[in-house]
């Protein structure tokens, strides 16, 4: 337990995308470790906020014919009620567009400008004659001067991962309308980065966390550290003080959203945000791995230059893969938080354990819809939801609630030593091996009721199983308080069934070896439900749907793969085809059957356009048709082809005059 405040922070998710699993991976952990702080006594602040500034906010908004304003509010809108359904809930999330961050941001690069943290320099930048604009970040591409790939304006992504600096990038194209980029001249503002390095050596042979941020943070410093280009030319953004033409850089005012949200908080609460940020009390930064150097480097850099007080910890996460692959959205493989999850009614107690007890928090997470049901069923229905089960239905069915007896020293000492355990894990950021040892606890009453078979000792010798139950109900009682921050809803359902007084959150460790107060319980419901074989398959349909129609929009070789020649082109058999029959599968948003003459025969076709077209709408049309492409079976339903569609809206490639089904494309 801690004696001064303690604030806990993550990452900033960013307007321009949906929520998914790797997402997640930050947020679950963070809002368990709030949840146990507090189940500690530890007076704790939980915030976050949306991260609405930057380049790709604007590009994405331009293809969308919509205002960065308008996309931000709707993707953080889409954040905080996920986030509330997966019940990571947040003291406060705002928004670095409000007023507050606004504020905040212009106040303290006035302090670094003040102190001499910030200089300005007119530097060579690109710029696009047609559209005739500089290009900042993600507005142009071109060649990364350090390895040679192809790069961001703003980051080597396809090479080194180098962060680059306004004008560094060679060979620039406009990625809006490919014009080559001339190099004109500009002012922005730069921060002393470099000066803070004798600094930042000690700050982080201090800083606490995980050694993943720790370590990749000092291998930079020993690098040598460059001044940092604070400014953009865009109109979406914080407005540089006393400039209507730069905005700040989105990695200044993003984590100084921060300090804002703080500052709403406790507005909202009557309170001093000073506490948190000026040195009062502890601060921890729950980030993911790809956003280290910002959060571990140029964020403490910053606020040591403008006085306030430094993160105590940063927590960084592994990164995510799918079904051992490499996390892509555009090659489809992902699981979206809401479609792909809560949507179809899973539970989020599930994905929240899964998330917590897979791996380690360091280490890469490989999520399968396989490993996913053999740890809810051999864990959560097997073990821990049949313990608690087992022992309230033979409390209420054989002595109608909670017997007298008092629970044995030697399970009080179990409890005790399990709750031990987790501390240090906790201490240490290791979250599965605190959800390890609860469900070693959940085993070891599953052998106590089982080495003790109080259905059989009760005939002989009721109150000798009156005990026996009694010492069940206290490790129930522990699972109860111990599983609440990994699963909520789990251990709420648990607490209501053993009909204890007051909410389950108000419930400190201590209280895990309280005896039980002799009571009626009523009858209890099973807590968790197996995930059937079905379902796996149905789950893992859903994404290889979207792997194969990622696998089929893609036009653009990889640089590893060798270009098409005719002979190639000419295997495949393209022809012409007529839907006579096109239908909804059943449990599926995307997916579409379709019945398609192709001259020689009716083909069953399965086609991810469903979200695009009605069946009406299809049924008499033709369309072409990949032939010869190898059977898969989606949803259950065989596909012995596939329509081709182009674009995001899957407008379908059709013959400009009749033809025949059967017709080859040549």
């Given at each position: 337990?801690?004696?001064?405040?303690?604030l806990?922070?993550c990452?900033?998710?960013?307007?321009?995308?949906?929520?998914?699993?790797?997402?997640?991976?930050?947020?679950?952990?963070a809002?368990?470790?709030v949840?146990y702080?507090?189940?500690?006594?530890?007076?704790?602040?939980?915030?976050?906020?949306?991260?609405?500034?930057?380049?790709?906010i604007?590009?994405?908004?331009?293809?969308?014919?919509?205002?960065?304003?308008?996309?931000?509010?709707?993707?953080?809108?889409?954040?905080?009620?996920t986030?509330?359904?997966?019940?990571?809930r947040?003291?406060?999330?705002?928004?670095?567009?409000?007023?507050?961050?606004?504020?905040?941001?212009?106040?303290?690069v006035?302090?670094?400008?003040?102190?001499?943290h910030?200089?300005?320099?007119?530097?060579?930048?690109?710029?696009?004659?047609?559209?005739?604009?500089f290009?900042?970040?993600?507005?142009?591409?071109?060649?990364?001067?350090?390895?040679?790939?192809?790069?961001?304006?703003?980051?080597?992504?396809?090479?080194?991962?180098k962060?680059?600096?306004?004008?560094?990038?060679?060979?620039?194209i406009?990625?809006?309308?490919?014009?080559?980029?001339?190099?004109r001249?500009?002012?922005?503002?730069?921060?002393?980065?470099?000066?803070?390095?004798?600094?930042?050596v000690?700050?982080?042979?201090g800083?606490?966390?995980?050694?993943?941020?720790?370590?990749?943070?000092?291998?930079?410093?020993r690098?040598?550290?460059?001044?940092?280009?604070?400014?953009?030319?865009?109109?979406?953004?914080?407005?540089?003080?006393?400039?209507?033409?730069?905005?700040v850089y989105?990695?200044?005012?993003?984590?100084?959203?921060?300090?804002?949200f703080?500052?709403?908080?406790?507005?909202?609460?009557?309170?001093d945000?000073?506490?948190?940020?000026?040195?009062?009390?502890?601060?921890?930064?729950f980030?993911?791995?790809?956003?280290?150097?910002?959060?571990?480097?140029?964020?403490?850099?910053?606020?040591?230059?403008?006085?306030?007080?430094?993160?105590?910890?940063?927590?960084?996460?592994?990164?995510?893969?799918?079904?051992?692959?490499k996390?892509?959205?555009?090659?489809?493989?992902?699981?979206?938080?809401?479609?792909?999850?809560?949507?179809?009614g899973?539970?989020p107690?599930?994905?929240?354990y899964?998330?917590?007890?897979?791996?380690?928090?360091?280490?890469?997470?490989?999520?399968?819809?396989?490993a996913?049901?053999?740890?809810v069923?051999?864990?959560?229905?097997?073990?821990?939801?049949?313990?608690?089960?087992?022992?309230?239905?033979?409390?209420?069915?054989?002595?109608?609630?909670?017997?007298?007896?008092?629970?044995?020293?030697?399970?009080l000492?179990?409890?005790?030593?399990?709750?031990?355990?987790?501390?240090?894990?906790?201490?240490?950021?290791?979250f599965?091996a605190?959800?390890?040892?609860?469900l070693?606890?959940?085993?070891?009453?599953?052998?106590l009721?089982?080495?003790?078979a109080?259905?059989?000792?009760?005939?002989t010798?009721?109150?000798?199983?009156?005990?026996?139950i009694?010492?069940?109900?206290?490790?129930?009682?522990?699972?109860?308080?111990?599983i609440?921050?990994?699963?909520?809803?789990t251990?709420?359902?648990i607490?209501?069934?053993l009909g204890?007084?007051?909410?389950?959150?108000?419930?400190?460790?201590?209280?895990?070896?309280?005896?039980?107060?002799?009571g009626?319980?009523?009858?209890?419901?099973?807590?968790?439900?197996r995930?059937?074989e079905?379902?796996?398959?149905?789950?893992?349909?859903i994404?290889?749907?979207?792997?194969?129609?990622?696998?089929?929009?893609?036009?653009?070789?990889?640089?590893d793969?060798?270009?098409?020649?005719?002979?190639?082109f000419?295997?495949?058999?393209?022809?012409?085809?007529r839907?006579v029959?096109?239908?909804p599968?059943?449990?599926?948003?995307?997916?579409?059957?379709?019945?398609?003459?192709?001259?020689?025969?009716?083909?069953?076709?399965?086609?991810?356009?469903?979200?695009?077209?009605?069946?009406?709408?299809?049924?008499?049309?033709?369309?072409?048709?990949?032939?010869n492409?190898?059977?898969?079976?989606l949803?259950?339903?065989?596909?012995?082809?596939?329509?081709?569609?182009?674009?995001?809206e899957?407008?379908?490639?059709?013959?400009?005059?009749?033809?025949?089904?059967?017709?080859?494309?040549?």
């Open positions: 337990m801690s004696d001064s405040p303690r806990v922070t990452g900033l998710p960013y307007t321009n995308g949906s929520c998914h699993l790797g997402h997640l991976r930050t947020y679950v952990p809002d368990m470790y949840r702080l507090r189940h500690r006594g530890d007076e704790v602040v939980f915030i976050c906020g949306s991260d609405n500034h930057g380049t790709p604007v590009v994405s908004a331009e293809a969308q014919g919509t205002t960065p304003a308008e996309l931000s509010q709707r993707y953080h809108d889409h954040f905080d009620a986030f509330r359904r997966m019940n990571v947040f003291d406060h999330f705002g928004m670095t567009d409000g007023p507050t961050n606004h504020h905040r941001t212009q106040s303290m006035t302090t670094l400008e003040q102190q001499g910030i200089y300005r320099e007119r530097i060579q930048q690109s710029y696009c004659p047609n559209c005739q604009r290009l900042p970040d993600r507005y142009v591409r071109g060649l990364c001067p350090h390895c040679g790939a192809e790069a961001r304006g703003d980051e080597c992504d396809q090479g080194c991962g962060h680059l600096e306004p004008g560094e990038i060679r060979e620039p406009c990625t809006v309308c490919n014009t080559p980029a001339e190099m001249e500009q002012e922005h503002y730069f921060f002393r980065l470099s000066t803070f390095a004798p600094f930042l000690e700050y982080l042979e800083l606490q966390g995980t050694a993943n941020a720790r370590n990749y943070a000092q291998g930079w410093v690098e040598g550290l460059r001044d940092w280009c604070i400014t953009r030319t865009l109109d979406w953004g914080v407005r540089y003080p006393g400039r209507d033409d730069l905005v989105v990695w200044v005012d993003a984590p100084i959203g921060y300090i804002a703080t500052e709403e908080w406790a507005a909202a609460h009557g309170t945000w000073r506490r948190y940020w000026c040195g009062g009390g502890s601060i921890t930064h980030i993911g791995g790809d956003i280290t150097y910002h959060h571990c480097i140029f964020w403490p850099a910053l606020l040591k230059g403008a006085g306030f007080g430094l993160p105590t910890a940063v927590v960084a996460s592994g990164m995510l893969k799918v079904d051992d692959h996390f892509s959205k555009s090659r489809g493989y992902v699981v979206w938080t809401n479609e792909d999850y809560l949507d179809l899973l539970p107690d599930c994905l929240r899964y998330l917590l007890a897979h791996t380690s928090h360091t280490k890469e997470l490989n999520f399968s819809w396989r996913f049901a053999d740890r069923n051999n864990e959560l229905v097997n073990t821990f939801g049949n313990f608690v089960h087992r022992a309230l239905h033979f409390a209420h069915t054989r002595f109608g609630g909670v017997p007298p007896n008092p629970p044995r020293a030697e399970v000492e179990e409890i005790r030593q399990t709750v031990s355990a987790i501390d240090e894990a906790m201490e240490s950021y290791e599965k605190a959800v390890d040892a609860v070693a606890l959940a085993s070891s009453g599953n052998t009721i089982q080495s003790n109080p259905w059989k000792l009760i005939r010798d009721r109150d000798a199983a009156a005990g026996v009694a010492d069940a109900l206290q490790i129930v009682r522990a699972l109860a308080v111990l609440d921050p990994v699963m909520p809803e251990g709420r359902a607490w209501e069934m204890q007084p007051g909410p389950i959150e108000s419930e400190r460790l201590e209280d895990c070896t309280r005896p039980l107060c002799p009626p319980i009523g009858m209890p419901t099973p807590l968790f439900s995930i059937e079905k379902q796996v398959a149905a789950l893992e349909a994404l290889a749907a979207r792997v194969a129609d990622a696998d089929s929009r893609s036009c653009e070789p990889s640089p793969e060798p270009l098409l020649s005719v002979e190639d000419s295997r495949m058999e393209l022809v012409v085809g839907v029959l096109a239908e599968i059943e449990k599926s948003k995307k997916l579409l059957r379709l019945v398609v003459d192709i001259g020689s025969e009716r083909r069953q076709i399965v086609s991810g356009i469903a979200r695009h077209y009605t069946p009406e709408e299809l049924v008499g049309r033709d369309v072409v048709v990949i032939a492409l190898a059977p898969a079976v949803f259950g339903v065989e596909s012995r082809g596939m329509i081709l569609a182009a674009g995001d899957a407008s379908l490639l059709v013959p400009l005059r009749p033809v025949p089904p059967g017709t080859r494309v040549r």
